[in-house]
């Protein structure tokens, strides 16, 4: 069974960067789409960026779109979100997720993902 673990959430002042990681164990990720989401308090989680097994396709929201990255290492099994120029909004627990799946991602829904890791919290504040 696919583990995740996320790691690289902190406080951080608007304008900032952070890189949050996303390891995985028990399964290699070579198989797996793997996305990240977030949930704001009172807010429904959200899904912000995606991308296939073959890192082929990538989806991003249009709120994040031009400030994060998502990249995938399957040669360490770990998946990473840069994220640049944070603003008060980003403000979050963010999640990563996987499902097995070999075909492109063009959506980004919660729904859509299996295994889940715990979360890390993201501040940005000044």
């Known amino acids: 069974q696919l583990q995740l673990v996320e790691s690289g959430g902190d406080l951080v002042q608007p304008g900032g960067s952070l890189r949050l990681s996303c390891a995985a164990s028990?399964?290699?990720?070579?198989?797996?789409?793997i996305g990240w989401f977030r949930q704001a308090p009172g807010k429904e989680r959200e899904g912000i960026s995606c991308?296939?097994?073959?890192?082929?396709?990538?989806w991003y929201a249009e709120s994040v779109k031009g400030r994060f990255t998502i990249t995938r290492d399957n040669a360490k099994n770990i998946v990473y979100l840069q994220m640049n120029s944070l603003n008060p909004e980003d403000t979050a627990d963010y999640y990563c997720?996987?499902?097995?799946?070999?075909?492109?991602?063009?959506?980004?829904?919660?729904?859509?993902?299996?295994?889940w890791g715990q979360g890390t919290q993201v501040v940005v504040s000044s």
């Open positions: 991308m296939s097994s073959s890192d082929s396709s990538k």
């Open positions: 997720a996987g499902t097995m799946t070999l075909y492109p991602v063009r959506s980004c829904s919660p729904n859509d993902y299996t295994f």
């Open positions: 028990g399964i290699a990720l070579d198989y797996y789409a």
